[in-house]
Nanobody, 117 residues
Framework: QVRLVESGGGAVQPGGSLRLSCKAPHAITSVFNPLLLGWYRQAPGKQRELVATITSGGNTEYVGSVKGRFTISRDNSRKMFYLQMNNLQPEDTAVYYC????????WGQGTQVTVSS
């Protein structure tokens, strides 16, 4: 299992931007590089939902509600991956979790994103 440490998040007004980061500080390259990486979010009273994924080859997928606004990326040399969130809306308010899938599943600790005026 890979330990994941998140950073970023916070409170912004509608239309604002935030960048979430997730690092696997103790993973070795041969373990990190093949991982399927992703971001999930969970809003109050709702189930956790998949927001975006990125494969080892850099292929990305997004849930429909964030397409064109969010971008997932990875930097294997730093063992990090990111979620750039633009044009944030109140419905994006949630706790965001980074996720890594290899032989085992790993989760970050979660970070709060609040979008309100």
């Amino acid at each position: 299992q890979v330990r994941l440490v998140e950073s970023g998040g916070g409170a912004v007004q509608p239309g604002g931007s935030l960048r979430l980061s997730c690092k696997a500080p103790h993973a070795i390259t041969s373990v990190f590089n093949p991982l399927l990486l992703g971001w999930y979010r969970q809003a109050p009273g709702k189930q956790r939902e998949l927001v975006a994924t990125i494969t080892s080859g850099g292929n990305t997928e997004y849930v429909g509600s964030v397409k064109g606004r969010f971008t997932i990326s990875r930097d294997n040399s730093r063992k990090m991956f990111y979620l750039q969130m633009n044009n944030l809306q109140p419905e994006d308010t949630a706790v965001y979790y980074c996720h890594a899938q290899g032989r085992d599943t790993s989760w970050g600790q979660g970070t709060q994103v609040t979008v309100s005026s």
